[in-house]
């Protein structure tokens, strides 16, 4: 794999910006993919990233057993990938299989990278209080990739029903802000 | 003010593609503005958002206090005075009248709309529970208005450091995720 290991303390500049993220589990042995809007940053360093998953998902039985997954953010390219895996769920398909993605294995955790994605972030639950209430999970990234070929990844931003906003220009402004 | 109220349901296909906002909040009578990119949204209808807002920020103990606040979603004409919000404290300044923006009385909630943005979210907040932790607060949507004359709005996200995607081209796929 072409990846390289991104500092932690990098790993906000990718998920801040909220793109599409797809996550990937595995469990007994069977990997999924869902995709997923509804994250947000908690803290800078360590890494903590706070998401919501349907209790409706597979991916949600898969993430409160096994406790680790790994955030692998796709760029437009993929768009139709993504929201195929939108579109079904894993009770019934093996969405790698089915959509063509490649799984290469983690460094720290059992789920799987998605290759095709420009980034892999790889995590542990370390807070699930607010599952039960919200289907709310804060989880530590513990090993992040990024591939160093793609130097202005165009990601996309879900505006419902199917409707992405891509990245278009960037602007870069005097900030004191991290 | 020739805003219009949106649908509460119609909410996240603002909030989701994680755009930077403006969190306005009033306390004795004094309205600050703090920029935030740390959100979620965590649920449809009643829409519900989480939030992180550093404890350092003078806006953390309005919210704490008040248990009020407006979200509110700037496109990329406002960036220079979303930086500038970003950069100082409103300890020491007023920032309506400092970067001009002009604030307009909102429906439910004390804290003000800010009439540039294209869109305002007044919240409640329903649970602070995960404050103390990880200054995370979860936010009810009360009341939600639009700018119909803003068909294609270009929303900023922000990288770090100052440095943002701005919405370039948008895609639609077919989709059966709301």
Request: glycine letters at 4%; charged letters at 25%; aromatic letters at 8%.
């Amino acid at each position: 794999m072409r990846k390289r290991s991104l500092p932690l303390s990098q790993v906000y500049r990718l998920l801040e910006p909220g793109p599409v993220v797809m996550v990937t589990s595995a469990r007994a042995g069977r990997a999924n993919v869902m995709t997923l809007s509804w994250h947000t940053m908690m803290e800078f360093e360590p890494p903590l990233v706070g998401c919501v998953m349907s209790d409706r998902n597979f991916s949600f039985a898969a993430l409160k057993a096994t406790k680790e997954c790994v955030i692998n953010i796709p760029t437009a390219e993929l768009a139709k990938k993504v929201v195929a895996c939108g579109n079904v769920s894993g009770r019934r398909v093996d969405k790698f299989k089915a959509f063509r993605l490649t799984a290469a294995p983690a460094a720290r955790v059992a789920a799987p990278l998605i290759a095709e994605c420009y980034a892999n972030l790889e995590c542990e639950v370390v807070d699930a209080r607010m599952a039960a209430k919200y289907n709310f999970f804060v989880l530590e990234v513990v090993k992040a990739w990024i591939d160093p070929e793609k130097k202005n990844p165009r990601t996309i931003h879900h505006r419902g029903r199917g409707v992405f906003a891509v990245d278009g220009r960037t602007i870069k402004l005097p900030s004191r802000v991290k």
